[in-house]
């Protein structure tokens, strides 16, 4: 056919994965090779990983199929390039898996169970009956090459040895290619009844089909085409399940990690969005909100504004009063909630309180103050002590206290354990304990804890004077009441301006606790 | 290549970290800036992404100054892994790998963790390489040390740098994986042709991987020379006129011999 690759011949040489076996499956690849390229291909099954390894390296083989691992090791030794790898119908790059086997009947349903027993192996470089097997039982903590782990390893000197070894009671677990122990079960050398598969290692690809380097560049192309092309005469085989072409290394190496890709996006992600708008557009239907009335208020809205220009500040020192005053029950109310946050939220804390009778008392004190909003404690108390600021101050104290004590229970929950560890080795006390390893480590985020209660406490205080407990929300109610539209534009300003203030400070304090 | 001209860094605290280093580390070698703890390695090797603004001096990769207006532009050129690893703990091993692509792959959908096949399937042959495709959806704080540095190596080479600075990178980890680990970094860098820079504070470490060894103390270069002049008594005289806290015992098996450590870190 091909001129140039007339009287050429060259060799293959193969390793004894199924022992006898490998010359014919790979000779229908070979034939249709021999066909295209006139070159005469002769085909040698190794007596063992290493003899393969040999004759390539020595010049009496030049194509070669090694397996996997052996593969990879050879390249140390010799020079090789990859033509081509097998891939199944479907087009995936063909892959199979070691099966971890015992005998049917025995104790051993894990590997776990196998520590301190006999390990048979197939053969040294076997990628399924010897490094795949290592690899996973070190991945399972039983590395056999840690003594102690196996009592003995075994070569049996092949896959089908190994598996009678198992059977006559030479070892206790036997690893080989999950190919060979089907092709048993299918030429009747092996009864499904006998064994018991108790694991499968990883998939590991299929091995390529090699060339020397050294082989003149134009004839190595010309294989590798026929190879690759071979499917489209005729059925190929090879080492392998259902093999019905061969491709390039790339597009194996591209299939192979194909097998490991995810969808970008998952289910539980889509479901999740999904179930996320559904909820929002329902509750919105339940709630009659619709859209098209916040429009179309937007006229009122216009009004209220208009109404409320030029701001009106005739009564500007009056006002600043009533801010300040508002300023300090916030001030009050902070002091009086981390007062009281300090011994609870320590006896809150799962890993430092003394004792449940204490720890979920507090709990539920803060619970419930965490779960009262302070508008209706404000209510409660200005009609038990009366108007004023007291009230105010009481209502913010009591609810924040709820915050920090959770907050600094939780704080010192996470604190790292280490620090403790040491403290506690060295001998210290509980309250040692407390003031050397905890109190360090969580004081930076208690202060910015503090300065931000702080900070809401004022902005809260100016809510809490509408139910009568002092301060500019007072003024706020009653310039409503009172229509005076423009002096309200005037305290939001003034409020505004406070907050902004107030706001900035306390992020710098924060900034300097840190 | 990478070449620091007369590079000096003084923090705002005063601290006289570097002082005056002009070294190039040559194109495709594996350089590894020896030195003991305080010495000044982490803040000269910061100085070539900018993480670190030198005081005075420049930094040229591959020949370009690095400025504040060209350092994006070199960054995605330079990779960097840390001692403390640096992943996202609670994303997956694989997102992590390819959050190294970002300086590329800047579409807004990055943002929402989505990446072309492509990028994928590059990511997960980066995973195979270090010997982590089966971990590659795991979360990344579910990782031992040394897999979770395998996973800086694939995510450092995922930009495709063609120099690659390394802090440190095995101080986090056992002596056994510090071996297996730089001997990947050093193999996947030959096989990339890359620049590495690395610092290290081990002696023998640094004398089996490095094809270069500068040496630092106190902020200054003490040494530059091809590691295949030097031996571990010569770096011995070198830096016992200042006795510093150099590692200097075998880390591949049990330290035998205690007069030789002296260990500071
Ligand atoms: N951000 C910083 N501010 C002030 N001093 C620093 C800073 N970073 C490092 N230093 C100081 O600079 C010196 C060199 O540090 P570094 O470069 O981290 O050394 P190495 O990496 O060799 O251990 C040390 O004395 C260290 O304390
Ligand atoms: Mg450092």
């Not at chain 2, 001096?57 to 020949?63: C, D, H, Q, S």
Request: glycine share 8%; with cysteine.
């Amino acid at each position: 056919m091909n001129p140039s690759g007339k009287s050429k011949q060259l060799t293959m040489v193969a390793v004894p994965a199924i022992k006898g076996h490998m010359e014919k499956h790979f000779r229908p690849l070979l034939s249709s090779v021999e066909t295209t390229t006139g070159v005469k291909l002769n085909f040698i099954e190794a007596s063992s990983y290493d003899d393969a390894i040999d004759r390539l390296k020595d010049g009496r083989a030049q194509l070669g199929w090694l397996g996997q691992s052996a593969f990879i090791e050879a390249s140390h030794d010799v020079s090789l390039e990859p033509l081509a790898v097998a891939f199944t119908a479907g087009n995936k790059v063909s892959v199979y898996r070691s099966v971890f086997l015992v005998k049917a009947g025995s104790p051993y349903s894990e590997i776990a169970d196998l520590k301190g027993h006999r390990l048979l192996l197939t053969e040294h470089g076997s990628s399924s009956g010897d490094v795949m097997p290592r690899h996973t039982l070190a991945q399972l903590n039983l590395n056999p090459e840690i003594h102690g782990n196996f009592s003995e390893v075994i070569y049996a000197g092949s896959q089908e040895s190994a598996v009678s070894e198992l059977l006559a009671g030479k070892g206790d677990l036997a690893v080989i290619s999950k190919i060979n122990l089907e092709k048993m079960f299918h030429d009747g050398s092996l009864k499904k009844k006998d064994i018991k598969i108790i694991h499968y290692s990883d998939p590991i690809p299929g091995a390529p089909i090699v060339a020397v380097s050294g082989m003149e560049a134009s004839l190595k192309k010309q294989i590798q085409e026929a190879i690759l092309n071979a499917h489209k005469t005729g059925p190929v085989d090879g080492y392998g399940e259902n093999i019905d072409s061969y491709h390039t290394p790339e597009e194996a190496r591209a299939s192979f990690l194909s097998s490991y890709l995810k969808p970008a996006v998952s289910f539980t992600t889509i479901a999740f969005i999904a179930s996320l708008v559904i909820s929002t557009v329902g509750v919105s239907i339940h709630l009659k909100v619709n859209p098209i009335t916040i429009f179309a208020s937007f006229s009122y809205f216009a009004d209220i504004i208009g109404r409320m220009l030029p701001p009106d500040f005739s009564d500007l020192g009056a006002l600043l009063i009533s801010m300040f005053e508002t300023i300090e029950i916030g001030f009050l109310g902070t002091i009086l909630a981390t007062i009281l946050s300090i011994p609870i939220g320590l006896v809150s804390a799962k890993n430092i309180t003394p004792s449940k009778w204490i720890y979920y008392p507090a709990r539920l004190i803060t619970t419930f103050f965490r779960a009262v909003p302070e508008f209706i404690l404000a209510m409660i108390l200005v009609i038990s002590v009366g108007f004023g600021a007291l009230p105010g101050i009481l209502a913010l104290g009591l609810h924040t206290m709820g915050f920090l004590s959770k907050f600094y229970a939780e704080e010192i929950e996470h604190v790292r354990n280490g620090p403790i560890e040491a403290i506690e080795a060295a001998g210290a006390s509980h309250m040692q304990k407390i003031t050397f390893a905890i109190i360090p480590q969580i004081l930076p985020n208690f202060v910015g804890y503090s300065l931000y209660i702080f900070d809401r406490n004022i902005r809260m205080a100016t809510i809490l004077g509408i139910v009568g407990a002092g301060g500019i929300g007072y003024r706020l109610i009653s310039s409503f009441r009172m229509f005076e539209y423009r002096e309200v534009s005037a305290i939001i300003i003034i409020i505004f301006i406070t907050i902004f203030l107030l706001d900035a400070i306390s992020s710098k304090a924060r900034h300097a606790v840190k | 290549m990478v070449e620091f001209v007369n590079i000096s860094k003084t923090f705002p605290d005063g601290t006289a970290a570097v002082h005056n280093v002009s070294i190039t580390a040559p194109e495709k070698e594996f350089s590894v800036i020896l030195g003991p703890s305080g010495a000044g390695k982490t803040t000269l090797l910061r100085t070539v992404n900018r993480l670190v603004r030198p005081s005075s001096g420049k930094v040229l990769v591959n020949g370009t100054e690095i400025t504040d207006a060209n350092q994006r532009q070199i960054r995605s050129d330079v990779g960097m892994i840390f001692q403390q690893f640096n992943l996202v703990g609670n994303l997956s091993v694989l997102i992590n790998v390819l959050s190294g692509c970002l300086g590329t792959h800047q579409k807004w959908w990055s943002t929402l963790y989505l990446f072309p096949k492509v990028y994928r399937l590059k990511a997960l042959d980066l995973l195979d390489r270090v010997g982590l495709l089966d971990q590659a959806y795991k979360r990344a704080d579910e990782l031992s040390g040394g897999q979770q540095q395998r996973v800086g190596i694939a995510r450092a080479l995922m930009q495709e740098p063609r120099v690659l600075l390394a802090d440190e990178p095995v101080a986090s980890v056992d002596p056994r994986t510090s071996q297996e680990i730089l001997k990947l970094l050093k193999d996947l860098c030959k096989e990339k042709n890359l620049t590495v820079l690395c610092t290290l504070h081990q002696v023998d470490l640094a004398l089996q991987f490095s094809d270069r060894i500068i040496g630092i103390a106190d902020g200054e270069i003490i040494l530059n020379e091809k590691s295949s002049k030097l031996d571990v008594e010569k770096l011995k005289t070198i830096y016992s006129s200042k006795n510093h806290g150099l590692f200097f015992g075998p880390t591949t098996e049990s330290a035998n011999d205690p007069q030789n450590i002296n260990w500071n870190q």
